[in-house]
């Protein structure tokens, strides 16, 4: 099993049986909670905000 995680996200993190799986499941994740924070008015992370652009690697 493989881990991804976001770490400027809190719990955004995801398994996946490879690398590309992992990934996969960390982005529709890394959205879900982006959109939650858009959704009830909650700023994003410092960091997150400031990139203008979320880049996940393993």
Known sequence: ???AE????PGCRA???TAEEA?????GITAD???SC???GDPLPAAIA???ELVIAV
Request: glycine fraction near 8%.
């Open 1 to 3: 099993m493989y881990l």
């Open 6 to 9: 976001v770490p400027v996200l």
């Open 15 to 17: 398994w996946g049986a």
């Open 23 to 27: 990934l996969f499941n960390l982005e």
């Open 33 to 35: 909670f982006i959109a």
């Open 38 to 40: 858009e959704h009830h």
């Open 50 to 52: 400031a990139a203008g």
